[in-house]
Each structure stands twice: as C-alpha cells, then as structure tokens.
C-alpha cells in the first residue's frame, strides 16, 4: 500500500498539490495509517490541546476533553457540547427567508419561493466564522449532518479503540426538551 508522507499530505489539504498527483491519489489504493497521518497535521494547526477525534467541517472537531467527554469543538477554541447534539443547537443563527434576502445569494430561476424554503447561515459565537449553510423547507429543525459512531470507527475501522466508550445515540431532542421544562 502506498505511503504518502506527511508534508504531501499538507499540501493535499490547503489545495497546494498538483492535480496530476491528486488524481494518482484519488486512484491507488489508500495508506491505512493516512487518518491518523491527517488528523495529525490538523491537530498541529489548533491552539488547543484536546484531542482531535474526527474533523466535522474546515472549522469544528469532535475532541475528546481530559474527563473524556466528546464535544464539538471550532479552531478557535469555542466549544458546542457533547457531540451527539447537534451543534446547530449552539450557534449563532441568521436566516433568510424574505425574497429580498435570498435575492442576495440567489439569482432568476434559481431563487427559491420564500414562502416555502429558508436559508439558514450558521456562524460561530466564538469567532464570527460561517460554519455551514442549510436551505429548507420552512419549519424543518435543523438538519444534524453527520453523526459518527466514533467507537466502531477507532475499534473497527482504525484497530485502535478509543479508552472510554460513550452510548451512541442522537441527544438533540434531549437538549430540546430540556429547554422546555
Ligand atoms: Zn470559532
């Protein structure tokens, strides 16, 4: 299996690679150790010191804390608790969802009806960085893009089981209710 080092890996991930190598990447088969070597460079680019379990988007990581709670966490160090919640629940919001204000990011026959279908940006409170954007139906919760089963990944997948194993469950609805009461 191919060995890709660590400096190649860099370049990989800020975009700085020939796409003639990248396609010889993308086509052989994949160095088994290259998670680790990735999550590697990445965790050598954050301020903080918890450990990076897995990255989410370009800004936020599920981290393990040193009580071994799992969170989410964006490079700038603000954290968006126990990651089988929805982060979404814990950023700042802004939604679009008047013709006037999806006219700025759509043009003719692309705008959706605002009467049917809102955007909504989501930005960090740390850090003012847009973490992702969702265009829904009106009145749909947010979307909870990914939610990995980390245990079976590291055991299964990497061989390299994680110390402390936590329930694998989506929590969202948990947090919900919990503002209700
Ligand atoms: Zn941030």
Redesign the pocket.
């Known amino acids: 299996m191919p060995e890709y080092n660590v400096n190649e890996l860099e370049r990989l991930i800020d975009g700085d690679l020939p796409w003639t190598r990248v396609q010889e990447i993308m086509k052989s088969p994949k160095d088994g150790s290259r998670f680790q070597k990735w999550v590697q460079i990445l965790q050598s680019r954050v301020p903080w010191e918890e450990r990076i379990l897995l990255p989410l988007t370009p ?1 936020l990581y599920v981290v393990e804390r040193a009580g071994g709670e799992r969170v989410v966490k ?3 160090g ?1 954290e968006f608790g126990d990651y089988r919640v929805n982060w979404k629940l814990s950023a700042l919001i802004h939604v679009r969802d008047s013709e006037k204000e999806l006219g700025k990011i759509y043009r003719g026959s692309e705008m959706p009806e605002a009467e049917w279908v809102q955007v909504r940006e989501y930005y ?1 409170p ?2 003012g ?1 847009q973490l992702e954007v969702e265009a829904v139906p009106r009145g749909c919760p947010p979307d909870f893009e990914f939610l990995p089963d980390l245990d079976t990944f590291y055991s299964e997948w990497l061989g390299q089981p994680l110390d402390r194993k936590v329930e694998f469950a989506d929590k969202t609805l948990d947090t919900v209710r919990g503002w209700q009461a």
């Open positions: 800004h964006c490079t700038c603000q960090c740390g850090c960085n």
